[in-house]
């Protein structure tokens, strides 16, 4: 929980700075690929979370990494203040904390969901605007497909469970039969 408050509050930080200088979309690319990265090596993370390190040796890679992402100097200075005082490790918490900042500001959820199979461009558009219209918010549908799922989908905005696949049907309907 402690983490998530400081990953919030770096977030938050940043959007702000982001904010002043109208560059909250392109800063959260430029997170996004420097998360990339991160996130996407466990040895890295690894280097950023160990205290044993000296705070200007993870300073000094994450400026490395900045550099050859070529993101802009605000991007590039928080990223190596973030790694500076220990908190590298926390980079893909605190890319999350940002991109939620950055869609309530512009009035946007994140659905994410699941599917049997994949879904057409046609049918993520319908299910946004479907959505979109529940919540009277622009929504944003990050989908992937669900090998357990025997059909349907199951959508997820914040707390909020959609749940129109087979499987739901099939638990809702075994309960229904076994009350009677």
Known sequence: MKSQHAARSYAKALFE???ERHQTDVVGHELGGVIEVVGGDPALLQFFARP???ASSKRAVADEIAQRLGVSKLVRDFVGLVADQGR???LPEIADAYRDLVDADAGRVRARVRSAVALTEAERATLATRL???LGKTVVV???VDPDLLGGLVAEVGSLVADAS???QLARMKERLTRG
Do not use: P, S, T
Request: glycine residues 22%; proline residues 0%; charged residues 35%.
């Open 17 to 19: 700075l982001a904010r």
């Open 166 to 168: 087979l499987d739901g």
């Open 88 to 90: 590298g490790d926390q």
């Open 52 to 54: 044993g390190i000296a």
């Open 132 to 134: 979109g219209a529940a």
């Open 142 to 144: 990050e989908d992937r």
